[in-house]
């Protein structure tokens, strides 16, 4: 009955983070797939628009790309890159 955390996962990949319910590669999996899909589907909106020039949405393209590298990077990387 609950939920159990997982100790040896913790602070995987951030500080401060416990497993806690669901498993973390679960969950990340959809997760990285969702923010791609928002960040086609958000380029192909300002692509048809024209905004894509625009320096602040330029910006944001490429903070959203790094976070996307960042996920994928720690979901091959495992939880126990650590040990």
Same mark, same amino acid.
């Given at each position: 009955?609950?939920?159990?955390?997982?100790?040896?996962?913790?602070?995987?990949?951030?500080?401060?983070?416990? &497993?806690?319910?669901?498993?973390?590669?679960?969950?990340?999996?959809?997760?990285?797939?969702?923010?791609? &899909?928002?960040?086609?589907?958000?380029?192909?909106?300002?692509?048809?628009?024209?905004?894509?020039?625009?320096?602040?949405?330029?910006?944001?393209?490429?903070?959203?790309?790094?976070?996307?590298?960042?996920?994928?990077?720690?979901?091959?990387?495992?939880?126990?890159?650590?040990?």
């Amino acid at each position: 009955m609950g939920v159990r955390s997982r100790p040896s996962h913790a602070g995987w990949p951030w500080p401060g983070y416990v &497993a806690f319910g669901t498993e973390q590669a679960k969950v990340a999996i959809p997760a990285l797939s969702i923010l791609r &899909a928002l960040r086609a589907a958000a380029t192909a909106q300002f692509t048809l628009m024209g905004w894509t020039e625009d320096p602040s949405w330029q910006s944001v393209y490429r903070a959203v790309e790094a976070h996307e590298r960042l996920l994928a990077e720690a979901m091959v990387a495992g939880p126990n890159q650590g040990d």
